[in-house]
C-alpha cells in the first residue's frame, strides 16, 4: 500500500489544470460533505429513528468517542442576494432571545438521549450570521451546551463571521469564549461587485479585523470567496485575490457561484446578464489556482487552500483529512450533532436534519419532540460507497483491500462497472487504477469530485444534476 504522502503535491511540483481541461468538467455535481448526498433524505426518517441511532450508539460503547457540535444560528440583519444558506433577514434582537430559548429545549432533549456530559471535541457555529447574537447570548449558548456536555479543554471551536458585525472588541471577547478559529465572509474586494450582491464591506474593515484576530491568538483564519458573480471580471477578481494573498490568511475556501434562481428567492435580485460568462468564469478559476498556488498555498480538495503549516494541510500530506458538513476538517470520524433550525446531522449509520422554518421547529420543541423532520437510515451499500467516496475525497487513494477487510466484498467484482467508468479519466491522467487501488493524481485533485461521482450509485441512475453546483 502507498502511503498517502504521494497524493499531497506541495507548490512546487503542483502542475496546474489547463482551462480546456476546466472547461471539459465545467459540470453540475454533489460536494459530498456525506454521501448518499442530503437531497436523498426522506421525510420517513423522524425523531423516532433518530432516537434510535443515538440508543445505538451508547448500546455499541460509541458514547465514549467524543462528539463534533454544529449550531446553527439563522439570523441576518441584511440580505445577501448570492445566499442559498437557510437564513431569516430581520434586525429584531428579539427573534435571536426566543431563538436561544428554545435551542436551550432542544439541547436537553439531546443531552437526554446521549446522556449528560457526552464529550464534544469540535463545536461550530454557523448560519446565518452567528454574530447576529449579542456577546451575551453567545456566552449564554456556550453555557447551556458546557452546562449539557463536556466541552474539552483541546476542542476545536470556531465561528463564522460577517465582518460587518463584528469590531476588535467583539474579537476578544470571541477569544474569551474559547474561540479559536474564525472564518470571515469576504466573497470580493471589488466595490461594484459588493453592491451588485448587497453586501458592502470595505477591504480596510476586513485588513483591520484580520489583524486584530492575529493579535489576539486565533489559531486559524480562513477568508470565503466566491467566483462567477454579477461584475465579476477577470481583472477585478484578479485585484481581490491580490488583497488577498496580501491578507495572507491561514485557510482560503474559493467557491464557485451557483445561480439557481429558482430555488433561492434571495437570488431572483440579481442581473442574470451582469453574471460572467462560462469561458470568464473559468479563466478566473485558472487564474485563482495559479496566483495561491504562486502564492505557496497547498490546495487541499475541491474549492480549499491553506498555508502549509496550517493543520488542514498537514493532515492532507499526512493522510489525515476527513470530511463532515462543515467540509474538510482535521477531527476523526465522529458522530454529528447538529442543533437548531435546518442543522443535518449525522449519527452511526444515519443522517437527520431539523425543520427548515423556525414555525415548525418550535412547534416540534413545543411539544418536547425533537424537531427532525426528515434523514436516511444507510443500507449496507450506502455504507461501503460513502467509504469509497471518502478515501478518495479526503485521502485521494482507495486501497482495495482495506475496503474489503471492512465491507466483506470483492472491491472489482462489486465496482466492475465503475471501474470501467473510470477509464475515461485515467485516459486523461486524473486517476490511476492499479491492481489493488485507486490513486488521485495530482491533476486529479482539481477534479476529485468527478472522480468520485462515478461512485455515487443514485447519481448515476439519476442524470438531473441542475440542483448541484459546478464540480470544478
Avoid at 489544470?17 to 460536494?31: A, M, T
Avoid at 431569516?88 to 436537553?108: C, F, M, N, P, W
Amino acid at each position: 500500500m502507498k502511503s498517502s504522502l504521494a497524493f499531497a503535491p506541495d507548490a512546487a511540483s503542483l502542475i496546474l489544470p489547463s482551462q480546456e481541461l476546466l472547461r471539459r468538467f465545467d459540470l453540475q455535481g454533489p460536494r459530498y460533505t456525506s454521501y448518499p448526498t442530503a437531497d436523498r433524505f426522506v421525510e420517513a426518517f423522524g425523531p423516532e429513528d433518530y432516537v434510535r441511532a443515538l440508543r445505538q450508539r451508547c448500546e455499541l460503547g460509541a458514547h465514549g468517542r467524543p462528539l463534533s457540535l454544529y449550531v446553527h444560528i439563522p439570523f441576518c440583519a441584511s440580505l445577501c442576494y448570492y445566499c442559498a444558506c437557510n437564513k431569516i433577514v430581520t434586525r429584531h434582537q428579539s427573534r435571536g432571545r426566543e431563538y436561544l430559548d428554545y435551542l436551550a429545549k432542544e439541547i436537553a432533549l439531546q443531552a437526554a438521549q446521549l446522556g449528560r456530559g457526552a464529550a464534544v471535541s469540535q463545536l461550530h457555529l454557523g448560519g446565518g450570521t452567528p454574530t447576529f447574537l449579542h456577546d451575551a447570548g453567545l456566552r449564554e449558548l456556550l453555557s447551556v451546551l458546557g452546562d449539557a456536555f463536556t466541552l474539552a479543554p483541546e476542542r476545536e471551536q470556531s465561528i463564522e463571521i460577517d465582518p460587518r458585525t463584528v469590531d476588535g472588541h467583539r474579537l476578544a471577547n470571541l477569544a474569551d469564549m474559547g474561540f479559536d478559529r474564525l472564518s470571515f465572509g469576504v466573497q470580493d474586494f471589488d466595490p461594484e461587485v459588493q453592491k451588485a450582491v448587497h453586501r458592502v464591506q470595505p477591504a480596510r474593515q476586513v485588513f483591520d479585523l484580520v489583524a486584530s484576530a492575529r493579535g489576539l491568538g486565533f489559531g486559524s483564519i480562513n477568508i470565503d470567496l466566491i467566483h462567477g458573480l454579477p461584475r465579476q471580471t477577470i481583472q477585478s477578481f484578479d485585484r481581490t485575490l491580490a488583497q488577498v494573498c496580501e491578507l495572507r490568511p491561514d485557510r482560503i475556501a474559493l467557491y464557485a457561484y451557483a445561480h439557481l434562481p429558482e430555488r433561492f428567492k434571495a437570488q431572483r435580485r440579481i442581473a442574470a446578464d451582469e453574471l460572467p460568462d462560462a469561458r470568464t468564469r473559468i479563466e478566473m478559476l485558472s487564474r485563482s489556482i495559479a496566483t495561491l498556488s504562486a502564492a505557496g498555498y497547498v490546495y487541499i480538495g475541491m474549492d480549499h487552500f491553506a498555508l502549509p503549516d496550517d493543520p488542514l494541510a498537514i493532515a492532507k500530506r499526512q493522510g489525515r483529512l476527513h470530511r463532515n458538513f462543515q467540509g474538510y476538517t482535521t477531527q476523526p470520524d465522529s458522530d454529528l450533532v447538529a442543533l437548531g433550525v435546518s442543522g443535518i446531522g449525522a449519527v452511526g449509520a444515519t443522517y437527520s436534519q431539523n425543520a427548515k422554518t423556525l414555525e415548525e421547529y418550535y412547534d416540534h420543541l413545543d411539544q418536547d419532540r425533537l424537531p427532525v423532520v426528515r434523514g436516511l437510515a444507510m443500507t449496507r451499500d450506502d455504507v461501503l460507497r460513502r467509504s469509497v467516496i471518502m478515501a478518495l475525497m479526503c485521502q485521494g487513494h482507495v486501497d482495495f483491500e482495506a475496503i474489503e477487510q471492512a465491507h466483506l466484498v470483492d472491491f472489482r467484482r462489486y465496482f466492475a462497472d465503475e471501474l470501467v467508468a473510470l477509464a475515461p479519466l485515467a485516459a486523461q491522467e486524473l486517476v490511476h487504477v492499479h491492481d489493488h487501488e485507486i490513486e488521485v493524481t495530482p491533476m486529479g485533485w482539481f477534479f476529485v469530485r468527478a472522480i468520485a461521482m462515478v461512485f455515487d450509485r443514485y447519481l448515476q441512475s439519476d442524470r438531473n444534476r441542475a440542483r448541484f453546483s459546478r464540480i470544478v
